[in-house]
């Protein structure tokens, strides 16, 4: 099977021996009402409310969206307004924490069949835990019949091992919720791919479900952009999800392996997605470590808590440093889809010259599209061009922008480019 185009890059796995650690309960959360794709949630609780560790605080009628929890117990301070990094506005639901953590009272959910099973994961307000925070129980429903259940570990960029550690913490939930999946989906087989760099956990697991043949577990080149939906796919089953198409199209399901560790858990004590295991790194950050924080937690305090220079912050990523997103403030909070905070002192703005045409970023996109063309055609506005270079297709993994030798933003200007294009 022919590979697709990636890149060699510095894995920079610093933390990868480190356990994960709790992080106390914070004095302060706040968390935002919209953490997830799709629409987002209203408040359920106002001022001056008194919330319990679980409770519902946020929810929607909207089909695609999944509801919010509190991480902490104490009183509602204020429902503000709060702007994501994206720019779109949404409420927040800030807390002051009482230290106490009491509980709300909940169940492990009834499951029968699969529509149980799907009502119980919207309910847990379980989301793509890779970064794309895709609602998972739409994701668990498609419309054409699936045969293949690809577990997305790669986890290839740079610096991030939480989901590493969770695969090596926690195999037992992993494993119950891919056994999970398969039962209610009818899936009769699951391909565990982990990236072979981290030969721990594929020896982990290769052991765990060496009498499962259902399950196959998946040593996927240590290359830039495995972990990608298209290339994953591609890499582990040899099928081509074409443009316009869904995984589901091609009979296949990819879930990130955190979120299928999730479901299993949630199924076994009730407790909603209230957590998140992130990795804290980079060059500001005296004390790199994993830490399994609440949800809503500010950044700041997360930094703090690793011993971070606060002063000497350049640039501050929340997700890997090739498909991440740089934040204006620390005084961010930790969302469910947070799997990384990176803090760098050192950080210079590189400097843009004009393109070569070496061809570089064609031969590194894994998809064989063309970022200098569709660079041209964005400046000029054609979005017949644009359809034509199939810009849609780009999954903004940053491979052109890494290898251009002008340091021309490819990847920022493709991801503009497709906000051009008309939704169908």
């Keep these: 099977m022919k590979r697709l185009n990636s890149i060699k890059i510095n894995h920079a796995k610093g933390t990868a021996e480190c356990a994960a650690v709790p992080f106390p309960v914070p004095s302060y959360v706040k968390i935002p009402m919209s953490m997830n794709m799709g629409a987002p949630c209203i408040p359920l609780v106002k001022k001056g409310d008194t919330v319990l560790v679980g409770q519902k605080i946020g929810d929607t009628d909207a089909f695609f969206s999944a509801p919010v929890h509190s991480s902490v117990s104490g009183t509602v301070r204020d429902v503000s307004d709060y702007r994501l990094v994206s720019g779109i506005v949404c409420k927040a639901v800030e807390i002051d924490t009482d230290a106490e953590q009491t509980m709300a009272e909940f169940t492990p959910p009834v499951i029968n069949d699969k529509d149980s099973f799907l009502k119980a994961v919207r309910e847990s307000g379980a989301c793509g835990l890779g970064g794309a925070g895709f609602p998972t129980h739409i994701k668990l429903n498609p419309k054409t019949e699936i045969d293949t259940l690809i577990i997305n570990a790669a986890e290839c960029e740079p610096y991030i091992t939480s989901d590493y550690r969770q695969m090596l913490e926690r195999p037992e939930n992993v494993l119950g919720g891919i056994r999970l999946i398969m039962k209610y989906l009818s899936i009769p087989k699951t391909i565990l791919a982990i990236e ?23 040593a996927l080149p240590s290359r830039y952009p495995q972990g990608a939906e298209k290339v994953i796919i591609h890499s582990t089953t040899g099928r ?123 031969r590194a996109c894994p998809l064989k599209l063309m970022p200098t063309e569709m660079e041209k055609s964005y400046k000029r506005r054609d979005v017949e061009a644009l359809c034509r270079l199939k810009v849609t297709l780009c999954m903004n993994c940053g491979s052109c922008t890494y290898v251009c030798p002008a340091n021309r933003r490819l990847a920022e200007t493709n991801q503009l480019a497709k906000a051009l294009i008309p939704r169908k």
């Design 240 to 362: 081509v999800v074409m443009e316009g198409q869904l995984p589901s199209d091609q009979k296949v399901i990819v879930m990130n392996v955190s979120t299928a560790a999730f479901i299993y858990k949630y199924t076994e004590t009730g407790m909603p997605l209230i957590r998140r295991r992130l990795t804290v790194e980079g060059s500001a950050v005296r004390k790199p470590q994993n830490v399994i924080a609440p949800v809503g937690t500010l950044i700041s305090d997360i930094l703090k808590f690793c011993d971070t220079d606060m002063e000497s912050i350049k640039k501050l990523i929340t997700g890997g440093p090739m498909m991440g997103t740089c934040l204006i403030t620390p005084e961010t909070p930790v969302t469910k889809t947070s799997n990384s905070i990176l803090a760098l002192s050192e950080y210079k703005e590189p400097v843009t010259s004009a393109c070569i045409r070496c061809g570089s970023c064609i």
């Design 196 to 218: 072979n760099n981290k030969p721990a956990a594929i020896e982990e697991f290769r052991k765990l479900t060496e009498n499962d043949p259902s399950v196959e577990v998946f």
